[in-house]
């Protein structure tokens, strides 16, 4: 080999290193598979998971890749899309409802699982708090207390309730500990609870009928993806618009969506602080090591166009307590 062969190939060797580092880059690149129930939940879940993600330092489509699948608001697709993140071979999966976790977890024992539920615990989805156990880690919405404030809200707006109806999914697990609370707070307030109970949205308007019939005077609605979709979020607000019945929820989309008031978990906050998990599974900690993260940040929203269509007047020490007012 003469000097300038041996030059041109030395050349052509030192360009090629950094070109076929790069071109093997993609590979080494974390994927993170997301589960998701809707498009909307693009927005909602996904991009305070992605902004958590940009906090922590990593981009998009250069150190991180994202795969999403959506089940078009058909639960029962969760378990074969499950099976594509896992043939896949994603690094994590984030799954944001009970169902998709639990497709998820049938689906692999070995790929860590990331989620937000009501109750993980109580789903059956970890071992316990502070050592999950198995694949599956993340954190918990639900604290029992909640359902408590919110009856003390409502006594707040309407000063002579007595009668209160609470609509809960029973197949919910996160349900049974929410109804225990509230028994409490409602005896210490002198209330008396009506349970109405819808594990599909074709039982609503039932459940609805029956708050008329007992004459409830206000309704709590827990904690439940069948509940909380788009359409039912509308389709409660409305119900409740038609009954002139103060409601108040735990989340506050159902507020956005027409509903008077809620009082629960920063859900945005949660699915932002997700990303910590990916962040510490991606740098080898083990999901059976990480504890479940109980949701320490409330927020409390009115919405006073609602109000004044239910001919309610919010006091003003409440509407300064609030962290979100809509007019």
């Given at each position: 080999m003469n000097r300038r062969?041996?030059?041109?190939?030395l050349g052509f060797g030192l360009l090629a290193a950094p070109l076929?580092?790069?071109?093997?880059?993609?590979?080494?690149?974390?994927?993170?598979?997301?589960?998701?129930?809707?498009?909307?939940s693009k927005q909602?879940?996904?991009?305070?998971?992605r902004e958590g993600l940009r906090e922590l330092g990593y981009v998009e489509g250069r150190t991180i890749a994202i795969e999403y699948r959506v089940a078009e608001g058909k639960e029962e697709r969760f378990p074969d899309l499950a099976s594509e993140l896992v043939h896949l071979k994603v690094d994590v999966i984030f799954?944001?409802?009970?169902?998709?976790?639990?497709?998820?977890?049938?689906?692999t024992t070995s790929i860590p699982i990331v989620t937000v539920v009501n109750d993980p615990v109580g789903a059956g989805f970890v071992a316990s708090v502070a050592r999950p156990g198995g694949n599956v880690t993340g954190l918990s919405m639900m604290s029992p207390e909640v359902v408590g404030k919110q009856l003390e809200l409502l006594r707040e707006v309407v000063p002579k309730l007595s009668r209160v109806a609470v609509l809960a999914n029973p197949a919910n697990p996160g349900s049974a500990p929410?109804?225990?609370?509230?028994q409490v707070v409602a005896r210490a307030l002198g209330m008396r609870l009506q349970l109405l109970e819808a594990r599909s949205p074709s039982e609503i308007d039932g459940a609805f009928a029956a708050i008329t019939k007992e004459r409830a005077g206000a309704l709590i609605v827990l904690v439940d993806p069948t509940l909380a979709r788009?359409?039912?979020?509308?389709?409660?607000?409305?119900?409740?618009?038609?009954?002139?019945?103060?409601?108040?929820?735990?989340l506050k989309l159902h507020v956005d969506a027409g509903g008077l008031m809620s009082y629960g978990a920063d859900i945005f906050?949660?699915?932002r602080r997700t990303a910590i998990y990916v962040d510490k599974i991606l740098k080898g900690a083990k999901?059976?090591?990480l504890p479940i993260e109980q949701a320490t940040k409330f927020e409390l929203t009115i919405n006073l166009k609602t109000a004044k269509t239910l001919g309610l007047s919010i006091p003003q020490s409440l509407l300064q307590r609030a962290d979100h007012v809509i007019e």
């Open positions: 062969t041996f030059i041109a190939n076929a580092a790069e071109a093997q880059q993609p590979g080494n690149v974390p994927r993170v598979g997301i589960l998701l129930l809707s498009d909307a909602t879940v996904g991009n305070p998971f799954a944001a409802v009970a169902a998709a976790v639990r497709a998820a977890q049938r689906a929410q109804l225990r609370n509230a788009p359409a039912q979020r509308e389709r409660i607000a409305a119900l409740a618009a038609r009954r002139r019945l103060p409601t108040v929820f735990a906050y949660l699915y999901p059976s090591d």
